[in-house]
């Protein structure tokens, strides 16, 4: 089946601007989580959506990342007056219980640059 | 909170050699661990998950373990090949939530 998918792949923009980055996960998963991969940071996790919960938050580094997830489904992580310093890679992934884990799916991710 | 530590950052070995990748957590109340791959470029490909009343889990030449009490697990590749070439990263949840912390991988690189 369809795996989860990300876009665009790639972004460039410009100091300052907004972005919007799209994650669409594998259908049924009722968590969707988006993480951050930075040069000498690592995997960063940024935010947690599951089911119908208030979404947890506490990975998000500043208030100008936020996230939405429409109909439990397609998610938008959103950058808002973008810096150089949000340059990484936002990788989605999803995940359902199962045999009682939640066994995360990663999508291709999107690639962010920041000019 | 959880940490996740993996060293070495790099590894390089020749074709055909069995090799142990080494990944220690500081939680051990942990409820798995899993295991991925990363090529250049693209996004994590899961390899194994272990839960926390497993040992190991087997997957082709893979095999993984996992040793609560000592906070380490270890992901064993046998007869590696060049395909193996990738980056290696362990990630545990943290605390009751889903959510994975993850240490920063091993790359791999395996000689001809």
């Known amino acids: 089946g369809a795996g989860v998918s990300q876009s665009p792949s790639n972004k460039v923009t410009e100091k300052g601007k907004d972005v919007e980055l799209r994650c669409d996960p594998i259908?049924?998963?009722?968590?969707l989580y988006w993480y951050r991969q930075s040069l000498g940071q690592g995997l960063e996790f940024l935010i947690y959506?599951?089911?119908?919960?208030?979404?947890?938050k506490s990975g998000l580094p500043s208030d100008r990342f936020s996230a939405e997830r429409t109909g439990g489904s397609v998610s938008t992580l959103t950058i808002q007056r973008t810096q150089q310093e949000d340059s990484a890679v936002y990788l989605c992934?999803?995940?359902?219980?199962?045999?009682?884990?939640?066994?995360?799916?990663f999508g291709p991710g999107t690639r962010l640059t920041v000019t | 909170k959880q940490e996740v530590t993996q060293i070495p950052a790099a590894l390089s070995v020749p074709e055909g050699e069995n090799l142990v990748l080494n990944c220690s957590f500081t939680?051990?109340?942990?409820?798995?661990l899993q295991w991925f791959r990363q090529d250049p470029g693209k996004g994590l490909t899961s390899l194994l998950l272990?839960?926390?009343?497993?040992r190991e889990q087997t997957s082709g030449r893979l095999n993984a373990s996992l040793d609560k009490s000592s906070g380490r697990s270890t992901l064993y590749i046998a007869a590696s090949q060049p395909g193996d070439s990738a980056t290696y990263l362990c990630?545990?949840?943290?605390?009751?939530?889903?959510?994975?912390?993850f240490g920063k991988g091993i790359t791999l690189s395996v000689r001809p």
């Open positions: 939680d051990s109340a942990i409820y798995n």
């Open positions: 959506f599951q089911g119908n919960s208030a979404p947890d």
């Open positions: 990630a545990a949840p943290t605390g009751a939530n889903s959510k994975l912390t």
């Open positions: 259908s049924g998963h009722t968590a």
């Open positions: 992934a999803s995940s359902v219980l199962a045999g009682g884990v939640y066994e995360q799916y």
């Open positions: 272990i839960q926390s009343s497993q």
